[in-house]
């Protein structure tokens, strides 16, 4: 009698340990699959410098690919900006320019854009990222109007700093797919 429940117990124990096992790599897997989630909404920032928004009178800093990135950058960003204006211009190479505008507290700029976007019949428009306060997207000109089709990347987003929003956008002829990218990189930056 006695050997039986020595037998009992040895498979009870084994059960338990297999069932711990198996809870173990359970969480293992669970844990591996958050970190890589987590890994892939962050970005590496190893191609950028920080530029320091604050010598301008916005209280945060950007980061600006550098001259590695394979866009045209120059080592040194300029900013650009009179003293007292809402309108700031930010430069790091003759390609890689964006334009700042202090909002203040105008809160429906970005829909509103969205809106006379999405409007246009003289441009065929190809939203690439959409999200809520940033809008990536290309434009080409409507077929009617163009023989062959030329198609330029563009930007805008509102930021909100301190308290006050901020407008973000490219040049108005565009840019090619890889300078708008690394530019969207660079506003997903600002905190």
Same mark, same amino acid.
């Given at each position: 009698?006695?050997?039986?429940?020595?037998?009992? $117990?040895?498979?009870?124990?084994?059960?338990?340990?297999?069932?711990?096992?198996?809870?173990?790599? *359970?969480?293992?897997?669970?844990?591996? %699959?958050?970190?890589?989630?987590?890994a892939s909404?962050?970005?590496?920032?190893?191609?950028?410098?920080?530029?320091?928004?604050?010598?301008?009178?916005?209280?945060?800093?950007?980061?600006?690919?550098? !001259?590695t990135?394979? /866009?045209?950058?120059?080592?040194?960003?300029?900013?650009?900006?009179?003293?007292?204006?809402?309108l700031?211009?930010?430069?790091?190479?003759?390609?890689?320019?964006?334009?700042?505008?202090?909002?203040?507290? @105008? &809160?429906d700029?970005?829909?509103?854009?969205? %809106? %006379? $976007?999405?409007?246009?019949?003289?441009?065929? /428009?190809?939203?690439?990222?959409?999200?809520?306060?940033?809008?990536?997207y290309? &434009?080409? @000109?409507?077929?009617?109007?163009?023989?062959?089709? =030329?198609?330029?990347?563009?930007l805008?987003?509102?930021?909100?700093?301190?308290? &006050?929003? *901020?407008?973000?956008? %490219? &040049? !108005?002829?565009?840019? =090619?797919?890889?300078?708008?990218?690394?530019?969207?990189?660079? /506003?997903?930056? /600002?905190?």
């Amino acid at each position: 009698m006695f050997g039986k429940n020595k037998r009992v $117990l040895i498979i009870v124990v084994l059960v338990l340990f297999v069932h711990i096992i198996v809870f173990y790599f *359970y969480l293992s897997d669970n844990n591996k %699959n958050q970190a890589i989630q987590t890994a892939s909404q962050e970005f590496d920032y190893y191609q950028f410098k920080k530029f320091d928004l604050t010598k301008y009178d916005i209280n945060s800093h950007i980061m600006l690919p550098d !001259e590695t990135a394979g /866009i045209g950058t120059v080592f040194s960003p300029e900013m650009l900006h009179d003293e007292g204006s809402h309108l700031w211009q930010l430069q790091s190479g003759r390609n890689f320019i964006i334009f700042i505008e202090d909002l203040g507290e @105008l &809160r429906d700029i970005f829909q509103d854009f969205k %809106n %006379n $976007l999405t409007k246009s019949t003289a441009f065929i /428009i190809t939203p690439i990222v959409n999200k809520d306060s940033m809008m990536v997207y290309s &434009r080409s @000109l409507s077929k009617q109007y163009q023989k062959v089709n =030329t198609e330029t990347f563009h930007l805008f987003a509102v930021k909100q700093i301190d308290g &006050r929003l *901020y407008q973000f956008r %490219n &040049r !108005e002829e565009g840019n =090619t797919k890889a300078e708008i990218l690394f530019m969207q990189k660079s /506003i997903e930056s /600002i905190k």
